[in-house]
Each structure stands twice: as structure tokens, then as C-alpha cells.
């Protein structure tokens, strides 16, 4: 008796457990299933809609192009693979002709883009793209600039972002989106010979995009962000004439907090004091700088990204150390000599400047001049 009872408990559980594993199975075809459908129904879905907001968002100037898109429904994550964002040539020399278009130009190249945490539910429903954080890795970014003309009239009645976007989506907010690795390329079309400025491995951190009916008239926002913190570290640079290696340390700018560092900054010439001065057929200045850190304070980037404005309360230079060497022996120059006072020099900058209070710090110069009849040199130190 004991022993039929054992095994027909034992029969219930194994009924129970063979139960309780159909069921898991059926879920997980049926999971799986929907997750098919999904991935089947939602891909074309959100490619369409996201080529369709770029393209409406920029009134057609850019478009965006990616070679897959994977949805994963356990974790929210979305990721692109292989994206390209141009723009096109046509439409903008079609804007020049209005007096509408953008002074920057941007083309990209990601090999991948995640989006994490989507609520793929608000897009399609309630029209709210959100999620939590945006990762790009090793982009590719060229920034295009040109003085084009623009237009009184055509400024004032350009539709923000949000008034494009409306369209297709209530709001979108991003808490956090990284770049790790950015290979930047800044190209100077305004000029006869268009200068490009390259920089590799940088980091941007932006907190807080926020796009909808009232973020785009928040003026604490900097293009609808809360913050954008730009980092490079390790900088080195050589300059055109290959005269001067430029180095620093660390570059970080933070638009919340309204600075601009540049730390460990170093101007080195390439070749001894003599050497350097006798590859010019005239007496020319060679320059050994070391600044510790060089601190601009309360900074409009608004003015500096749309105008090319460098508009600052202050500019703390500390720790600085300049050598100046001039060689005697070579003829003079046949320029104006007081051009290099810093007021007049000043005036050379690329970069229509305004800033308010310029305060020097722990300073040393030392100027030396080699004298061919003497053959010796002689040193004024300022401290």
C-alpha cells in the first residue's frame, strides 16, 4: 500500500513537472514567435520612420543610411550597424541660393550606435521616443564650414528642430549619450585655400536631450541639451612650416558649467636656437612657450558655434613660460616691426574675440639675442 502511494505521488509530480515544462514551452514558442514578428514588423517600421525624420528634420538637407537594425525586447536596446549621415550637395547649394543655409555642414561615419532602454510602446502609441542612453563608438565626424550669406527674413522664420519633428514625434529625450573615440575633421571652406583641422580619439558626453514644445525655447539649454562636455587628451600637432611641435595635455570644455581649459599646453621648436634662425633669409623670432593651464570663463558657445564669436568673461593664462631667441646676423625683415605687439597681433586672430578680463598668473619671459660680432648672447628676463 505504502508503495502504490509513493509512486503515484511520484506520477503526480511527474505529470506536474511535464505540465509545468509544456507550458514553459509553449511560452517560449509564443514569445518566440511575437519576437519574430516583431523583429519582422518593427524593423522596416523604425527604419522608415528614422530616415523619414532626418530627412523632414533637416527640411531634406540630410539623410541617414545603416545596413541592419537589431531590436532586442528583454533588454530595450536598439542598435544600428554601419550608419552613414551626409548631406546633400544639391539641397544645399539650393539653400546658399535663398540666403537659408547653415554656415556648418556635417558628414558621419559610425560602425555602430546603440540605443539602450528604448519604450518601443510610447513611439508607437503615444508618439515619445525616450531611452535612457545613446553609445557611439569610433565615429567619424567632418564639420564643413562656409561664410555663406543669409538672409534677415529667412533667419527669423527658420523652423526650430521640434517644429520639423513635431510631424512624426511628441517629444524626444535622451538621459545620457556618449562618443567614445571620435575621429573629428574641422574643414575651413571660407578661405581661397580651405585649412582642415584633424582630432583623433576624443570624448563628448551629453546629459539631458530633450526635444519638445517647450525645450525649444529653454535658453538654459545649449541646442536642447542640458550639458555637452568635450574632452581630447594627448594632443600633439605639427605645425605647417614644420617649424613647431603644438602638445597639450587635456582640452575640456563643459557648456553647462561655461569653460574652456586647455592644460599642459607646449609650443616647442623643432630645431636648436642657431639652426632655426638660419633656415630664414630674415631675422625671425623663434618662440619657446609652456602655458600650466589656460582657463576661458563663462563662454557663449551659442555665439562660437553659430557666429565663429569667441565671447568669454575672462581668460586665466597661469604657469606660463615664454623663450624668445632672435639672431642678429640676418638682415631685417622689410615688414612692420610693431605688428607683433600682442595689441596688433591680437588683431590677426581668425576668431572675432570679446573677452572681458585676461589675468596672467606665475609668468616668465626671457628674451635673448645672439650677437654675430660678440658671437655671444645676451638674456632680458621679466618675472
Partial sequence: MKEEQEHS????????????????????????????????????????????????????????????????????????????????????????????????????????????????????????????????????????????????????????????????????????????????????????????ASIENASVSIKDLRIDSASQYDKSRFYYTKDMFVQIKDYKLLTKDKMYDISFDELAASTANGYASLKGLKITPRYSDLTFSRKYKFQKDRYNMSFDEILFSKVDFESLHSRRQLIASSLLISGSKIGVFLNRELPFPDIDKGRNYPHVALKRLKLNTIIDIIKIQNAEVNYTEYNPVTQARGTVTLK
Fill in 9 to 196: 505521488i511520484q506520477r503526480g509530480k511527474t505529470v506536474i513537472w511535464k505540465w509545468v515544462a509544456g507550458v514553459f514551452l509553449a511560452l517560449l514558442i509564443i514569445l518566440g514567435g511575437f519576437a519574430l514578428y516583431l523583429d519582422s514588423q518593427w524593423k522596416p517600421i523604425l527604419t522608415e520612420r528614422i530616415k523619414e525624420t532626418i530627412i523632414s528634420s533637416s527640411d531634406s538637407l540630410y539623410s541617414i543610411d545603416f545596413s541592419d537594425v537589431d531590436i532586442s525586447l528583454a533588454t530595450g536596446d536598439v542598435s544600428f550597424k554601419n550608419i552613414v549621415f551626409k548631406a546633400d550637395p544639391a539641397v544645399y547649394q539650393k539653400m546658399k541660393t535663398e540666403g537659408r543655409a547653415p554656415r556648418h555642414l556635417y558628414q558621419a561615419e559610425l560602425n555602430a550606435l546603440t540605443l539602450k532602454h528604448v519604450h518601443p510602446w510610447k513611439v508607437y502609441f503615444e508618439r515619445k521616443l525616450e531611452m535612457s542612453a545613446l553609445i557611439i563608438s569610433n565615429p567619424k565626424v567632418q564639420v564643413f564650414f562656409e561664410n555663406v550669406y543669409e538672409k534677415p527674413d529667412t533667419v527669423k522664420t527658420r523652423k526650430t528642430i521640434y517644429q520639423h519633428l513635431s510631424k512624426y514625434l511628441k517629444s524626444v529625450v535622451v538621459g545620457n549619450i556618449v562618443l567614445e573615440d571620435v575621429n573629428f575633421k574641422y574643414i575651413d571652406r571660407s578661405l581661397p585655400d580651405p585649412e582642415v
